[in-house]
């Protein structure tokens, strides 16, 4: 299944972008869904995926209700504990979603997805997913490595060897121990985020960027682009969606058009023939069918454009180190778009905890850089390099 993943900043037009792309790829013979948190104009709005045409299917994702069904579920598995501290059960009824509970519910539903949970509906070929504005979206792509993560850290596998000893260590503790129920919903809670992470990093997976041409647009645009490097992502189609008509006698008119094609010529020199750009036209009023949101013209997804790439981050030999010593090493990274005011490194272990502006990301240092210790770092022509020295103690003698 080829997995297409719609962002850009906010009120550019990612819905319509969304349901654009879904309605080409049905038109080309592609069995498509299309997963939004609202329904596009002339879409069906139900939670399990609805008929839209012959090839095209809707899915709305209800946070709300996500949420009230993951509260509950919990309550029930934690029922003991609640009894000993005697606390009273919330019904679901007066349960009132928290913030980001709509990013739980969408990567839920990409996780029904990528497990086909779906297949009764003969299963899909293409999946369109409508995201958050760009920041959030990117964050949300993150998450699912980031929260597994935690769950490692929090909840080590390891531990749940000693599920025979809880009892003893309870009593020598003088505190309760886990309960294996625990451990079991974190192992089921990793499954499902390891489902959603194979997903996004899936070499058929690829993200579509929208933006209105206009300064504000470039500003968010150049900081999406150096998150996406961040985390290894890439766009492979940029949208310039509400494209005015060139050459109108209306001064008015024609100044804002004017402004709308300086902007594309700098997109279309800074972003193609790496990222294409399609200019979906001004229909004059916002699309109200699904003919109109095809007259956008919106490419379908091709098969033969290269999805996720590996990680972007690459070794580098510098200048030889002290006689006999090895060579110093440099962790390399493109990051477009960044300032240098905009980075903080970090080295905690063995990890390098990199931010970027509003963008933050954990890495696990390579093997022969946990030999290593950080010695610098330099942001030039859009690549940053971490210089990494070999520790004497831990790095391998050749003699």
Not at 54 to 63: C, E, F, K, P, T
Not at 84 to 110: F, I, K, M, S, V
Not at 147 to 165: C, D, F, S
Not at 227 to 247: K, W
């Amino acid at each position: 299944m080829r997995t297409v993943l719609v962002t850009g900043p906010g009120g550019a037009g990612r819905t319509t972008v969304a349901a654009a792309t879904a309605l080409a790829a049905a038109a080309s013979g592609e069995r498509t869904l299309l997963v939004s948190a609202t329904a596009p104009p002339g879409f069906p709005s139900g939670t399990e995926p609805t008929e839209v045409t012959d090839r095209l299917d809707h899915a709305r994702v209800d946070s709300g209700a996500h949420f009230r069904a993951e509260l509950t579920e919990l309550q029930e598995r934690a029922s003991g504990v609640l009894d000993l501290l005697g606390a009273g059960r919330l019904d679901g009824e007066e349960l009132t979603e928290l913030p980001g509970a709509p990013q739980l519910a969408l990567l839920h539903t990409l996780r029904r997805a990528a497990e086909g949970d779906w297949s009764a509906n003969g299963g899909y070929d293409v999946l369109v997913v409508d995201l958050p504005p760009t920041a959030e979206a990117i964050a949300l792509l993150a998450l699912p490595g980031q929260l597994r993560r935690y769950l490692r850290r929090l909840l080590p596998a390891e531990r749940q060897a000693a599920r025979a000893l809880r009892p003893v260590l309870a009593q020598l503790a003088g505190v309760p121990m886990p309960a294996q129920w625990l451990y079991e919903a974190a192992a089921r809670k990793d499954a499902e985020l390891a489902a959603v992470q194979a997903l996004i990093e899936d070499g058929a997976t690829t993200l579509r960027l929208v933006a209105e041409p206009g300064p504000a647009a470039a500003d968010a645009l150049r900081t999406a682009r150096t998150g996406l490097a961040l985390h290894g992502l890439s766009a492979d189609l940029l949208v310039a969606s509400r494209v005015l008509p060139r050459h109108s006698g209306d001064p008015w008119f024609a100044a804002l058009a004017a402004q709308q094609e300086k902007c594309l010529g700098h997109w279309h020199a800074q972003w193609a023939p790496g990222v294409p750009v399609h200019e979906a036209a001004h229909l004059g009023h916002d699309p109200r069918t699904p003919q109109e949101l095809a007259a956008l013209k919106v490419p379908a997804p091709d098969a033969r454009t290269p999805g996720r790439a590996a990680d972007p981050w690459w070794i580098e030999e510098e200048a030889p180190g002290a006689e006999d010593g090895p060579a110093a090493l440099a962790w390399c990274l493109p990051l477009p778009g960044a300032a240098k005011e905009e980075l903080r490194l970090v080295r905690r272990g063995d990890e390098l905890l990199l931010t970027v502006g509003p963008f933050h990301r954990v890495v696990r240092l390579a093997s022969a850089l946990r030999r290593c210790t950080v010695s610098g770092a330099a942001l030039a022509d859009g690549v940053l390099r971490v210089r990494f020295t070999p520790d004497p103690g831990l790095w391998p003698r050749t003699d």
